[in-house]
């Protein structure tokens, strides 16, 4: 496709329970960031990858959150024993270089934890 | 203090109103970006600028670095239009994230 696509779009989860959420970005774009928008919120910065190499994970909240983008196109972005205070919107977005260029973004996973 | 503030946070307006929504930033930046969000949570990027005007279509950009400002304008607006509108910008140096830091945005309804 042309655009950032994320799969699934939703996702209901049971606490406890593993999730993976996928990005498949736009063909050749170098730069993919993972964002998390709590209801209400602004999204806020996850993990940013230039290619295959995780170049920034501050933003990962806790351990049980682990990113990959083995091939430097396709990532997923994963939550071992979901917790509730996990819901929120997960958006991604590539780009076709690094800072400065413009960002193109998914149209999000909404992950409920129950 | 959030880096980025916007206001107002909800503005609802009557079709064919001139709308303006302002962002204030607190940091450097090499760019400031002006997102769309509707309900369905999909993002899309209006303008990214980091000096003077942008237009498309209705839609006006404007920033002035020296006061760390910028204001997202809508003409002859529409119930369309109606969404969150998001500022965000690209710190200009440093470490940590190399992303997008975001104001919590705006919350637009434009009335028949």
């Known amino acids: 496709g042309a655009g950032v696509s994320q799969s699934p779009r939703y996702k209901v989860a049971k606490r406890g329970q593993d999730v993976a959420l996928r990005c498949d970005p736009i063909s050749g774009h170098v730069s993919l960031f993972w964002y998390q928008q709590a209801l209400g919120q602004g999204p806020e910065f996850l993990t940013y990858?230039?290619?295959?190499?995780?170049?920034?994970k501050s933003g990962l909240p806790s351990d049980r959150f682990f990113a990959e983008r083995p091939e430097g196109s396709v990532s997923t972005l994963k939550i071992q024993r979901t917790q509730q205070e996990d819901s929120a919107v997960y958006l991604c977005?590539?780009?076709?270089?690094?800072?400065?260029?413009?960002?193109?973004f998914g149209q999000g996973t909404r992950l409920t934890v129950v | 203090k959030n880096e980025v503030e916007q206001s107002p946070q909800n503005l609802t307006a009557q079709e064919g109103e001139f709308i303006t929504i302002n962002c204030s930033y607190s940091v450097g930046i090499s760019a400031l970006h002006w997102l769309q969000q509707h309900p369905g949570g999909g993002i899309v990027s209006l303008f990214m600028?980091?000096?003077g005007k942008k237009k498309h279509g209705r839609l006006i950009a404007t920033i002035n670095i020296q006061e760390k400002h910028s204001s997202l304008h809508i003409t002859a607006s529409h119930p369309r239009d109606s969404a969150v509108y998001i500022c965000a910008v690209r710190v200009r140096s440093g470490g940590g994230a190399d992303g997008l830091t975001f104001g919590k945005g705006t919350h637009l309804i434009i009335q028949p």
């Open positions: 990858f230039q290619n295959e190499a995780q170049l920034d």
């Open positions: 600028l980091s000096s």
């Open positions: 977005a590539s780009s076709f270089g690094g800072r400065g260029t413009e960002a193109f």
